[in-house]
C-alpha cells in the first residue's frame, strides 16, 4: 500500500515571494510519481505538475516546480513569485502503479495544505 | 469542449433514499474514477474504471454501486444513503497507460439527513 503525507496544515506566504509546500511519500514500487494539484475555494481540482522517479530532473511548469528527493522519500512543490490567487488547498497524489508498469492511474491523495497568500 | 460534467451539483437526501451521480467526459478517455472529499481531507477513491466494460472497487466502495454505461458516461448510485455519505463527490477521467493527470467534473455536494 502507498502513502501519501502532508504535514503542513496551513501554510502563509506574502504576495511575489516563494513558498515550499511538503509532501513524503511511502511506496513499495520501483518505479512510481507524484501529482500535485490545487484546490480553490470554489472547489474544482485543478493540475498543476507532475514527475515519475525515472525523471533525471526535476519538473518545472511556469511558477511550479517540483523538489523531488528520493533518498527523503520527499516531493515538494516549490511556487515562486506567490499571487493572491495562489490562494487554495493544494494535494500531492501519487498514482497506483500496477506490476509491468501499466499504471491504472487511480490515485491516492495527501490531506492536503491550504496555501494563504497575503498582500 | 465541455471536459467532465456532473450532475446533478447539490442534492440533499434523507437517509434510506437512493440515487444516481451522474458524469460524462468528452476527451475520449478509457479510464474514469469517482472520488469523495470530506471536510478537511483529501480525496479518497471509490470506484475506478481502467476501460470500456470495467470496474473496480477503490479505497471506500461500501455502500456505493457504479455502471459504465459506455465509454463516456460513469455513474455512481448510493442503493440506501446514509448520513455518513454526507460528501463532495468528484468525478474524474484520464488516459490509461503511464500517469496522465486526471481532469475533474466540478463535483456533487450531497447531504444526507
Known amino acids: 500500500a502507498q502513502k501519501i503525507t502532508q504535514t503542513q496544515p496551513g501554510m502563509f506566504v506574502q504576495e511575489k515571494e516563494a513558498v515550499t509546500l511538503d509532501c513524503t511519500y511511502d511506496t513499495s514500487d520501483q518505479s512510481y510519481g507524484l501529482f500535485w494539484y490545487k484546490q480553490p475555494s470554489s472547489g474544482e481540482m485543478i493540475f498543476l505538475i507532475y514527475q515519475g522517479s525515472y525523471d533525471e530532473q526535476n519538473a518545472t511548469e511556469g511558477r511550479y516546480s517540483l523538489n523531488f528527493q528520493k533518498a527523503r522519500k520527499s516531493a515538494n512543490l516549490v511556487i515562486s513569485a506567490s499571487q493572491l490567487g495562489d490562494s487554495a488547498m493544494y494535494f500531492c497524489a501519487m498514482p497506483y502503479w500496477r506490476a509491468g508498469g501499466t499504471s491504472y492511474g487511480k490515485l491516492t491523495f495527501g490531506q492536503g495544505t491550504i496555501l494563504t497568500v497575503h498582500p | 469542449n465541455a471536459g467532465v460534467t456532473q450532475t446533478p451539483k447539490f442534492q440533499v437526501l434523507k437517509t434510506g433514499q437512493s440515487m444516481t451521480l451522474q458524469c460524462a467526459q468528452d476527451?475520449?478517455?478509457?479510464?474514469m474514477y469517482w472520488y469523495r472529499q470530506d471536510p478537511g481531507m483529501g480525496l479518497r477513491l471509490i470506484y475506478y474504471?481502467?476501460?470500456?466494460?470495467?470496474?473496480d472497487k477503490g479505497e471506500v466502495p461500501n455502500g456505493y454501486n457504479v455502471s459504465r454505461l459506455n465509454k463516456r458516461e460513469f455513474s455512481l448510485r448510493l442503493e440506501s444513503a446514509a448520513p455518513s455519505q454526507t460528501s463532495v463527490y468528484f468525478c474524474a477521467s484520464s488516459q490509461t497507460g503511464v500517469p496522465y493527470e486526471q481532469y475533474f467534473g466540478p463535483g456533487t455536494r450531497l447531504t444526507v439527513t
Open positions: 476527451m475520449n478517455h478509457n479510464s
Open positions: 474504471s481502467a476501460s470500456e466494460g470495467t470496474t
